[in-house]
């Protein structure tokens, strides 16, 4: 059952019994003693003394003063009429209050109920007849008597029913709502009944009429009366007001106190060291976390101030900042600082400061807040080291060393007699190591490379490594040029000591370029470009050595890279040009074979040595291309003169060429193409084939010997000294080198290493071709000792197709076309 119709079910228990006992006095209502006065007295109730109500202080209820009309009407006219009236009065005044009908019903009950308690006790006690006496001489104890047990049985009565109500409405303890809702409206009752019983004793003494005459006085005591209870009600809220305030204070109180207790132990127990300072920098007050940062007790920092602990080189950003806050130009303010630990230690801290409010002090005292980030600055700077440095030497990386070649130059321009000066190394042949002895002893050699640099180094010089096996060296200041000089000079002597790599003993040399910076050089990237050039020079000029710049290098390298450009563009155009050169039986006096030659005619720098072009040709990848368009064009060149139909052609391979996989393929095609035999094709190796490319150009060669092609070594004597490949190789021939032929005088003196590698040959059995023949002497020398094979300027010139046909007796060809081929690397005249 729910708490509203519990209430509901009381509230018609209550209603039932009143109108019981309504019922009941109707019955017993005698008609005979009703008067003028007591229609008067019912008007008055009804209409004047339900309209005088006493609102109950604290709570949302009313007290009808006619309680004193029904208290009357009992005395002078019995409990029926009084307990009717009670009824009647209580259902008009609670109209104008409830908007329920049923609570109308309820209140009117409850008078009717209240009033016939009164009754009932009245009887029962023995009092009924001396109220209704009005208090004659031998009654009026009694008289008073009974006025007092009708203002306690209709007090109890009435606000007993009430307090049920509300104790079913609101779910509380019957006590504790009667006692603080209805116990102080006790007096309401008495006074009522005095006021009844006094009035009843005047109309015994003035009569009916004049007791009515006095109803405004006794309407004027109830109004003093209401003010009475207004002003309760008044002093009621005052000191619930007073309460209330009394309790937000307390609530306030409480939460202050909450708040520095919490802001005590967030100070206390804070992850970051938290302090007060004063103006003069002494500490005030620190925790727990700023002690273990620093390592001072609490005691030890308060006799100390925060400039002895701060470390000088930061000290006095830290005291410019304190000045800001105390002066009010800021509010606060963060930095990177150091302090100094107990154990003298350096320790790294995030320091923010803000001015703490004080109206009453000049100046405010400051909050120190203070993270320890040791750790965090350990680590940028290992990130910062890792960004800067070689991984695998420790050496500083290619950005340092820009950055500090920049800075160098800007001291140059801003310091007379300042200098910059880079040396730009390269290993020679690293390469080599990596690919015969793996990358592991390749990484060591590197790392022991970077120490012997180190040790050939001034100390105000810096060594990076750019990558791979370049460095550089950046020496800067006031020296003298010798003593770059003197760097140089002691790297290639350390270099000449071998290196022991775990059980390997391996040399290394290294290729040097040198640059002095000067006013054409603003930015580092100049001063790298033409500290490559020279390192390059050095190269050229037979490595293991070092070159210093000059412009004359600057040219070469605009030069060269003109020619790259415009080797492109020829090579897409096809403007090499072949000439061909005739190898001469010498025991038949015949040509047998013609030698391929590349010729380039630049527009602007006229011919180009082939030497020149080929090399740059092998190092920007453009060799394959151009060895095409060779085999291509000599294909079908030679094949359209009939006179040279028994002839062979002699071509050269790259070692570079042996890399491609599909070289045999691409051979055959263009052959193929062309109509021309593989056994007519005589192809031309160096010796450094077999060391780059050892196992791959065995096969291919031997591949390439199966299908007809003949394969001659070029060069001899002049490359790799393993004489072992020639009997691993298909080789049908070796060539002497024109530097060997060009030995032996007009006289015929000075063959000997020829002799020695005509001996050889024929003890391999293997022919052998002279190159660079110019003289009759040079000839009959090759003949004597049995060379088959001769070519030269004192047979014929490297020609080109035309002037072969001539030559050869033949008519001009006319012109041909051609498209791509093989990758064939021409012999250079």
């Known amino acids: 059952m729910t708490l509203s119709s519990k209430t509901d079910r009381y509230m018609a228990t209550v209603i039932v019994a009143g109108a019981l ?68 009065e209580a259902a008009a005044s609670s109209w104008r209050f409830c908007n329920r009908k049923l609570t109308v019903f309820f209140n009117a009950a409850t008078m009717a109920v209240s009033t016939s308690a009164v009754v009932v006790v009245l009887k029962v006690s023995g009092f009924y007849e001396a109220v209704l006496s009005h208090g004659s001489a031998n009654v009026s ?60 004793q005047m109309a015994g003494y003035m009569g009916l009429g004049t007791m009515l005459a006095v109803f405004p006085v006794i309407g004027f005591i109830f109004y003093t009366y209401r003010m009475y209870l207004k002003n309760v009600e008044i002093s009621v809220q005052q000191a619930e007001q007073a309460e209330q305030y009394a309790k937000i204070l307390e609530s306030q ?70 000045h800001e806050l105390l002066s009010g130009r800021i509010s606060n303010c963060q930095m990177e600082q150091r302090y100094v630990h107990s154990t003298g230690k350096v320790v790294w801290a995030s320091w923010s400061a803000s001015a703490a409010a004080d109206e009453n002090a000049a100046q405010p005292n400051l909050i120190f807040q203070i993270q320890d980030i040791t750790e965090k600055k350990a680590v940028e700077e290992k990130l910062q080291h890792d960004a800067t440095h070689d991984a695998l030497t420790g050496l500083p990386n290619r950005a340092l060393f820009m950055s500090q070649l920049g800075a160098a130059l800007e001291k140059s321009r801003q310091i007379v007699g300042y200098r910059v000066c880079v040396l730009f190394i390269d290993l ?23 120490r012997r640099l180190r040790d050939c180094l001034r100390p105000s010089d810096m060594v990076a490594r750019l990558g791979g096996d370049e460095f550089t060296i950046l020496v800067e200041g006031k020296y003298d040029t010798s003593e770059v000089t003197n760097i140089a000079d002691r790297i290639q002597k350390k270099f000449g000591i071998p290196f022991d790599l775990n059980g390997h003993e391996v040399y290394s040399s290294a290729s040097i370029g040198i640059l002095h910076a000067s006013g054409s050089h603003y930015l580092p990237e100049d001063v790298m470009r033409d500290a490559d050039t020279a390192m390059y020079q050095a190269k050229r000029s037979g490595k293991a050595r ?10 070469a390298a605009k030069e060269t890279l003109k020619l790259e450009t415009d080797l492109r563009r020829a090579l897409e ?10 190898i001469y039986s010498l025991s038949e006096g015949s040509v047998t074979c013609l030698e391929t030659l590349a010729r380039w005619t630049h527009p602007e720098f006229g011919p180009i040595p082939a030497n020149r072009f080929i090399a740059l040709a092998e190092e920007i990848g453009l060799i394959d291309k151009l060895c095409e368009q060779m085999l291509e064009k000599a294909c079908r060149e030679i094949g359209r003169l009939n006179s040279a139909a028994g002839l062979s052609i002699s071509l050269n391979l790259s070692c570079r060429q042996f890399a491609k996989t599909d070289l045999i393929e691409s051979i055959d095609s263009i052959l193929a193409n062309g109509g021309f035999s593989h056994r007519r094709l005589k192809l031309e190796i160096t010796e450094s084939v077999l060391f780059e490319h050892h196992e791959r150009a065995v096969s291919m060669l031997n591949e390439l010997n199966g299908r007809g092609v003949q394969i001659n070594i070029d060069d001899f004597g002049t490359g790799y000294s393993n004489l072992g490949y ?9 060539k002497i080198d024109r530097s060997f032929i060009s030995m032996i005088d007009r006289d015929g003196n000075n063959d000997d290493l ?20 110019e003289y009759e002497s040079q000839l009959e020398v090759l003949t004597k000792h049995g060379c088959e094979y001769a070519q030269g300027f004192y047979f014929a010139p490297p020609m080109d197709i035309t002037m072969l046909a001539a030559f050869l007796g033949e008519p001009s060809p006319s012109p041909i076309d051609t498209v791509g081929g093989i990758n064939i690397h021409p012999v250079l005249q």
């Open 754 to 773: 020829v002799k020695a590698i005509i001996t050889l040959a024929r003890n391999l059995r293997l022919d052998v071709i002279a190159e660079g023949v």
């Open 546 to 555: 070092h070159e210093t710049f000059d412009e004359q290098m600057h040219k």
């Open 428 to 450: 020679d042949r690293f390469k080599y190591v990596n690919d015969s002895l793996g990358h592991l002893i390749g990484d060591e050699l590197l790392r022991e490379i970077s």
């Open 253 to 322: 109180s409480n939460a202050l106190r909450e708040s520095e207790d919490r802001f005590r132990s967030a100070f206390d127990h804070a992850p970051i060291g938290i302090a007060l300072v004063s103006p003069l920098g002494k500490w005030l007050k620190v925790n727990r976390a700023l002690t273990d940062i620093l390592g001072y007790s609490e005691e030890e920092f308060l006799n100390i101030d925060f400039q002895s602990l701060t470390l000088p080189e930061d000290l006095g950003n830290s005291l410019i900042k304190v």
């Open 21 to 88: 006992c309504v019922l009941i006095s109707i019955l017993n209502f005698d008609i005979t003693r009703v008067d003028i006065y007591l229609l008067l007295l019912g008007v008055f109730a009804i209409l004047v003394g339900s309209r005088i109500t006493l609102r109950i202080p604290k709570f949302k209820s009313h007290i009808s003063v006619s309680d004193t009309f029904v208290f009357l009407a009992l005395l002078l006219y019995g409990g029926e009429y009084a307990t009717i009236l009670a009824a009647v």
């Open 141 to 200: 104890r009694d008289f008073i008597i009974g006025l007092s047990l009708i203002a306690l049985v209709q007090f109890l009565a009435n606000t007993l029913l009430a307090s049920a109500y509300d104790v079913l409405r609101d779910s509380t303890s019957l006590t504790e709502t009667w006692k603080s809702k209805y116990l102080w409206s006790y007096i309401t009752y008495f006074v009522g009944a005095g006021s009844a019983g006094i009035m009843v």
């Open 573 to 582: 155009r096809r403007e090499i040009d072949i000439h061909y050169q005739p």
């Open 726 to 734: 020639l009997t691993q190789l298909p080789v049908s021939a070796i």
